[in-house]
Nanobody
Framework: QVQLVESGGGLVQTGGSLRLSCLAS????????MGWFRQAPGKEREFVAA????????NYADSVKGRFTISRDNAKNTVYLQMNGLKPEDTAVYYC???????????????????WGQGTQVTVSS
């Protein structure tokens, strides 16, 4: 059974940092692109960041560029999202996703991802 399990969410003050982790199990995703998406209350889920399987290519939403960093450890089948300089507008449930097709690029399109985690809550207080 394929599973993506996020962890590392929590409550943090404005300007603080968190590191989210996403552990994949059930199969290897070392050749899949991995992405992070988020959904704030009352809003649609949106792209945050993605990384190609080779880690040579990353992609970020404009709203998080310079503050968030995506990385992966293929040996651990884990992808990370380091979030610095957090703002109240970053408050959301954060989801990890793996691309449908191995070798895919770091896409921002949700339809390109076929495996999703259950999400972890990030709350940034002002």
């Amino acid at each position: 059974q394929v599973q993506l399990v996020e962890s590392g969410g929590g409550l943090v003050q404005t300007g603080g940092s968190l590191r989210l982790s996403c552990l994949a199990s059930g199969r290897s995703f070392v050749r899949n692109a991995m992405g992070w998406f988020r959904q704030a209350p009352g809003k649609e889920r949106e792209f945050v960041a993605a990384i190609k399987w080779s880690e040579g290519s990353t992609n970020y939403a404009d709203s998080v560029k310079g503050r968030f960093t995506i990385s992966r450890d293929n040996a651990k089948n884990t992808v990370y999202l380091q979030m610095n300089g957090l703002k109240p507008e970053d408050t959301a449930v954060y989801y990890c996703a793996a691309s449908r097709i191995p070798g895919y690029f770091a896409s921002h399109e949700q339809s390109h991802y076929g495996y999703w985690g259950q999400g972890t809550q990030v709350t940034v207080s002002s």
